[in-house]
């Protein structure tokens, strides 16, 4: 699903002002992936291999000021050039492993426009003088690994080479689309994070400098290359150009994968979404990410630097809308029990501390808590962040301590023990 | 010249013995694992050097406040 | 005749501390503290105790060597089975000094090896305590002496409770239902051996010792072994 049919929902004035069809080209009416043939009559033949000028991609990356979009938000031309600085060999890693069950945009782009995404890995591993592109996809999505499988041979039957295509299914846990995760798993170990050092810039996949990208950064580098940074700017804000795919899922009219202009005011993707107004509750981020009534982030901009002063973040673009009248807590108290589950289990703090708070939030949702629970909650919370080899305690612990801040009244009555009637 | 502790989330099985060996920096937290309350000024140092060596599971390090790699002490 | 005397004495007070130092390096794969008892302690005693140990051994060997009596050459001591005297029961103090030697070398030089290669061969100290007992009760003459073998029962006491303690907190699996098996078999497989073997009259024979010092311990002892 991609968005709204034309003779339903919000005025085309609203969608025209903030979607746009670059990576989403010809998705309307798809009803397969674009082949080889129909990429290039979209987007252009691949630009010519300056082998000369490998740094030619990589200033264009930055003068578009593109910044990765798995999450993390880090400028893409940084991580490049750090690759592309280290001696030997290196090695591209394209991540579409999108374990973070609010987001469906990674999935929607492999499955509808494979060769975008790996123009721009074979582009970037050119660029950082790679050898080998690892193309890692989540082992439960069979369609998507058929797609993927079926477009790498259609390039290898065009003569597209030069460097190595390889996809690989990995495991479908949360952690497992954390970098070092997936470098782990690459190199014939478990598909959970390590500590750092060495980055995978430094030392990754068989000891090589690796670059890791999310897919979408990578289908933005393909066009980047065509059409160049000045045109990557045309749209989105000052601060966050070009455009990023967004999830966006819950109480609104339609749901789904859209392509937004970076920047784009909140409220005006709910409202493209068809949203219901602006009493309800928005997770923003995903899973990891901060909950806040919707009528206080309306008018702030969908961006990193836009958002940060609310103390949130775009994340992989996921939006998740609470109707009016839902209890948040439950909500949240059912997205912590998962990711307490989802842990490597390999650090203490988030092996014992996740589970435990979700059990604590678990109480102060159903209302019956066991002695002062908001204490022991916002004593747990401040303990646990920052003290694992990765993100994953960190990002449950924001997301859980958000809520308790959104949904404070509510807080209070189920410490108290009255729950919402639905909590039950 | 101060030093900085860092502890290995991965490695570390919660044995306990640093902080026995540095209670002024290292405390336990309720599931055993170790919480750094600041950096280890010269006076602590030698103390700190026993922990990191004391840790069964060598998940301890001392590092140069500053930030580069001092190694394990 | 000294040299026997002290060599017997530097074996039976390195098992007993072999032992000691096995339980307590239990106790601390248990996380186990006491007040008065705090980890640093339980870890430090383990580890001082080895070393111990090591010295007491080193000196039984070379007590060994030394008195003639016996025909033990240096190179029994760190090769197996290599000994005139007793070999297969000498051999297997050797094997047990080799082990000891192989867990202290890897404990001493932790910071340069892989966490997994230390883990691995500090393992070999569960096979360590057991070859030590067996060689004691092969090769010692004094097997059969009641209160050598109240020692020997306590240690073996001691070890077993350690261990049937700490696997009480293991998860169950097939690690521990093994390792449960071993506990229950090795105790009764000793106390089987001790009753056909030493305390049986000729042991000394069956073991192993040569002719001639049998010859001259008969004529010495008038008939005692």
């Known amino acids: 699903m991609t968005g709204p049919q034309r003779d339903q929902g919000p005025p085309g004035w609203l969608r025209r002002r903030i979607t746009h069809r670059r990576l989403t080209a010809g998705w309307q009416n798809a009803t397969r992936p674009a082949g080889l043939r129909e990429h290039y009559d979209r987007y252009g033949p691949l630009p010519p291999d300056r082998q000369q000028c490998p740094q030619a991609l990589v200033d264009a990356v930055a003068a578009a000021r593109l910044t990765g979009r798995g999450g993390a938000g880090f400028p893409t031309a940084t991580k490049m050039r750090a690759v592309a600085e280290r001696r030997g060999p290196a090695v591209l890693v394209a991540n579409g492993v999108e374990s973070e069950p609010a987001s469906r945009k990674d999935q929607a782009l492999l499955s509808r426009a494979p060769h975008l995404v790996l123009d721009g890995a074979l582009l970037a591993a050119r660029a950082v003088g790679a050898d080998v592109i690892h193309v890692c996809l989540d082992q439960t999505r069979d369609q998507q690994a058929g797609i993927m499988l079926r477009a790498i041979s259609e390039r290898q039957r065009a003569g597209l080479g030069g460097v190595a295509m390889l996809a690989h299914g990995l495991p479908s846990r949360y952690v497992a689309s954390e970098e070092t995760a997936m470098i782990r798993w690459l190199n014939g170990g478990e598909a959970i994070p390590t500590t750092v050092p060495p980055r995978p810039f430094e030392r990754g996949v068989g000891g090589r400098p690796t670059l890791v990208d999310n897919v979408e950064t990578l289908a933005h580098v393909a066009l980047i290359a065509r059409y160049g940074p000045d045109w990557f700017g045309q749209v989105g804000d000052a601060g966050t150009p070009g455009t990023m795919l967004i999830t966006v899922s819950g109480a609104v009219g339609y749901p789904g994968v859209y392509e937004i202009g970076a920047g784009s005011r909140l409220g005006d993707v709910l409202a493209l979404c068809g949203g219901n107004g602006e009493d309800g509750a928005v997770l923003i981020g995903g899973y990891f990410g901060t909950w806040h009534a919707t009528r206080d982030v309306a008018c702030l901009p969908l961006s990193a630097p836009g958002l940060r002063d609310a103390g949130a973040s775009p994340g992989a673009g996921v939006i998740s809308a609470l109707p009016a009248g839902r209890c948040g807590l439950a909500e949240a108290a059912r997205i912590l029990g998962f990711l307490a589950g989802q842990g490597a289990r390999q650090c203490g703090p988030c092996m014992f501390g996740l589970p435990a708070v979700a059990s604590d939030f678990a109480q102060l949702a159903d209302g019956r808590p066991d002695g002062d629970v908001l204490k022991r909650l916002h004593r747990r919370l401040g303990a646990i962040g920052g003290r694992g080899a990765c993100r994953h305690p960190d990002g449950a612990v924001r997301m859980a301590a958000s809520a308790l801040a959104a949904f404070a009244p509510d807080a209070s009555a189920h410490a108290a023990g009255h729950p919402c009637v639905e909590a039950r | 010249m101060r030093q900085r502790l860092h502890w290995d989330p991965i490695a570390c099985t919660g044995h306990g013995l640093c902080a026995d060996l540095l209670p002024e920096r290292i405390e336990l937290d309720e599931w055993g694992y170790p919480v750094i309350l600041g950096d280890v000024p010269p006076g602590l140092a030698r103390h700190a050097r026993r922990a990191v060596r004391a840790c069964p599971a060598l998940a301890l390090r001392l590092q140069q406040a500053d930030g580069d790699h001092g190694g394990r002490a | ?225």
């Open chain 3, 1 to 225: 005749m000294a040299l026997w005397y002290a060599t017997r004495a530097f074996g039976v007070v390195a098992l007993m501390l072999l032992t000691a130092t096995v339980i307590l390096g239990i106790a601390g794969t248990a996380r186990f503290a006491a007040p008065g008892l705090p980890r640093v302690v339980t870890a430090g005693l383990h580890r001082n105790l080895s070393l111990l140990v090591l010295a007491l051994v080193a000196l039984h060997v070379l007590t060994t060597i030394a008195d003639g009596y016996a025909p033990i050459g240096f190179a029994s001591a760190v090769v197996p089975f290599d000994s005139a005297y007793r070999g297969l029961w000498l051999g297997l103090g050797t094997v047990a000094f080799d082990m000891l030697l192989a867990v202290a070398l890897t404990s001493l030089l932790r910071d340069r090896l892989s966490y997994r290669a230390w883990r691995y061969v500090h393992w070999l100290a569960y096979a360590c305590w057991p070859v030590a007992l067996w060689h004691s009760l092969g090769t010692g003459t004094d097997s059969k002496v009641p209160w050598l073998l109240a020692i020997d029962a306590v240690c073996v006491a001691g070890v077993a409770g350690a261990v049937w303690w700490r696997l009480s907190l293991a998860a169950p699996g097939r690690g521990r239902t093994a390792a449960l098996t071993a506990l229950a078999v090795l105790p009764m497989a000793t106390g089987i051996f001790i009753y056909i073997g030493p305390l049986q009259p000729h042991w000394a024979e069956r073991a192993g010792t040569p002719p001639v010092i049998l010859h001259s311990r008969a004529v010495r002892a008038g008939g005692r072994k």
